[in-house]
């Protein structure tokens, strides 16, 4: 039996390696500037690595069978100490770390550098999930999923709202800690982390928190969408006109029996042939939706256009577009967000979202366990995949 136990290891090794497929959160497939710079770093140090163990090898090789031992060898020259080799050991090994130390130096100044211009994007960490700002766009703001151009220089400023996350997207470089915010001495500036780079190529990017910070850290999952420039752009137009209550002739007309001014007949007439087009009507579900959403949600999550109050939770402007919920953790989908909205502590173990049966929230801002019956969790859930 032992005789074919380390061949069959070393077989399911090899299929093992064999298995290398796509790896979305792996290091050595840099797409910044940033991870561009310690990738450089680490391939340098790789072939460096290879050479020193080649040599080794070699002379490991021509030693073994140098003087291997023979019948008749005579018994070795005895060595006791040996300065030169003793020099050469320290001296050896403490050149490789300055030969190390200098370009990593040179890697953490290079990646540490304010670009002139960038696009400021606020990172804060929640337990579990992400929440991303645009201070110089109007403050826009969108949870889980962050945008960001290709080709322009992005500074990510990070903070923690409780305790302390990471921000990791190996792709894109990093690591940083995203820390709770402490107040600093009148003058000084809050101490943000900050991350620099410039993205290279569009496409999605996954990332991960990297400190542990309570119950579901592993399932606090990070997407970052690189977009063309006009890509970007419009989709912060969309986010910044949010899903604004279309209001549809009819309910026009009918809001003239509640006591309004109807319209007079040229007024009508004009508006059928004004230069804007009606609104389309609107489905009854989504209305019925988002009076749920008002009514039940409203209070931590906001709809850009429907209600802004709520800002402890994800805002939820555009969800339909969004390939993931509750921080990359489900596809999104209908199905995905009943689940999610009746039991979210199933899902996500610790999440500070109420469900049917069980309050939710952070103390002191608790908030009771929903009452809604199914079909109304599925209307709430058709109308966020509708908002695209
Ligand atoms: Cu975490």
């Known amino acids: 039996m032992k005789s074919v136990r380390l061949p069959l290891g070393l077989l399911g090794l090899a299929l093992l390696t064999a298995c290398a497929g796509e790896y979305p959160q792996s290091s050595i497939s840099p797409t ?30 021509y030693i073994l069978v140098k003087f291997r031992e023979r019948p008749d060898s005579p018994k070795p020259k005895q060595i006791h100490g040996h300065l030169g080799m003793e020099i050469a050991w320290t001296i050896g090994p403490a050149l490789i770390v300055v030969a190390i130390a200098i370009p990593t130096i040179q890697a953490v100044f290079a990646t540490q550098e304010v670009p002139e211009e960038s696009l400021v994007v606020e990172v804060i960490g929640h337990q579990y999930w992400w929440e991303f700002r645009y201070p110089e766009n109007g403050g826009l703001v969108t949870a889980n999923e962050l ?25 894109l470089g990093g690591k940083r ?36 910070c309570g119950d579901s850290h592993s399932l606090m999952g990070i997407r970052v969408i ?9 989709w912060l137009g969309d986010l910044a006109a949010g899903h604004p209550q279309t209001v549809t ?27 804007e087009e009606a609104p389309p ?13 008002l009514a039940n949600c409203s209070a931590c999550h906001a709809i850009n256009g429907v209600s802004e109050a709520g800002v402890i939770a994800p805002n939820l402007t555009l969800l339909g ?20 909205i009746g039991d979210p502590q199933s899902v996500k173990p610790g999440a500070l979202m109420p469900g049917l049966e069980y309050q939710g929230g952070r103390p002191p801002v608790v908030w009771p366990a ?5 079909d109304q969790v599925r209307t709430v859930a058709n109308y966020l995949y509708s908002l695209r």
């Not at 690189?226 to 419009?234: H, I, S």
């Not at 577009?321 to 999610?340: F, H, K, P, T, Y």
Request: glycine share 6%; aromatic share 10%.
């Open 32 to 61: 910044t500037d940033f991870a561009d710079t310690i990738h450089g770093l680490y391939v340098t140090i790789f072939w460096w690595t290879m050479l020193i163990l080649t040599g080794v090898w070699i002379v490991l090789a």
């Open 147 to 171: 945008h960001i151009p290709m080709g322009t220089p992005v500074s990510l400023r990070i903070h923690s709202d409780d305790v302390i996350h990471s921000f990791w997207v190996p792709q």
């Open 177 to 212: 800690d995203a820390n709770p915010l402490r107040q600093v001495p009148e003058g000084q500036d809050l101490k943000y982390n900050w991350i620099h780079f410039t993205a290279q190529e569009t496409g999605t990017f996954m990332g991960q928190c990297a400190e542990f």
């Open 226 to 234: 690189v977009e063309t420039q006009e890509e970007f752009d419009a």
């Open 249 to 275: 002739q009819s309910q026009a007309l009918n809001a003239t029996t509640e006591g309004l001014p109807a319209p007079t007949a040229p007024a009508l007439a004009q508006e059928e042939t004004g230069q």
């Open 281 to 293: 009507a609107e489905d009854p579900g989504t209305v019925e939706g988002r009076n749920l959403f």
């Open 321 to 340: 577009r969004r390939s993931s919920i509750a921080a990359g953790l489900l596809e999104n989908n209908v199905d995905n967000l009943v689940r999610w």
């Open 370 to 374: 929903f009452n809604l019956t199914p």
